[in-house]
């Protein structure tokens, strides 16, 4: 089995700065891709962005290319999200996930296990 724990989540003035981490217990951490994705009140979960099992190769959503950064460092077992210039519409529950493949994925259907999400809140 897989747990994943989502952190750093907090109150954040638009144009500010957060990162999250996803700390993964229970299986080889290093052989599989990972991702994030967010869900806002009243909206469907949404991918954000993915990085492959090696680091070497990630994906956005436009929606936040140019302002987030996924990276993972395979000997803590755990993946971050560095999110600069947050909108109040980057206003969500944060999860990360992971999938039993060494690409990467963009679906919620590509992806097998989840943390329990952390909450991301912008003010204007």
Known sequence: QVQLVES???LVQAGGSLRLSCAA????FSSYAMGWFRQAPG???EFVASINWSGSSTYYADSVKGRFTI???NA???MYLQMNSLKPEDTAVYYCATRVAAGLGYRIN???YWGQGTQVTVSS
Do not use: Q
């Open 8 to 10: 750093g989540g907090g």
């Open 43 to 45: 909206k469907e979960r």
């Open 76 to 78: 803590k077992n755990t």
């Open 110 to 112: 590509d992806y097998d």
């Open 71 to 73: 990276s993972r460092d």
């Open 25 to 28: 217990s229970g299986r080889t």
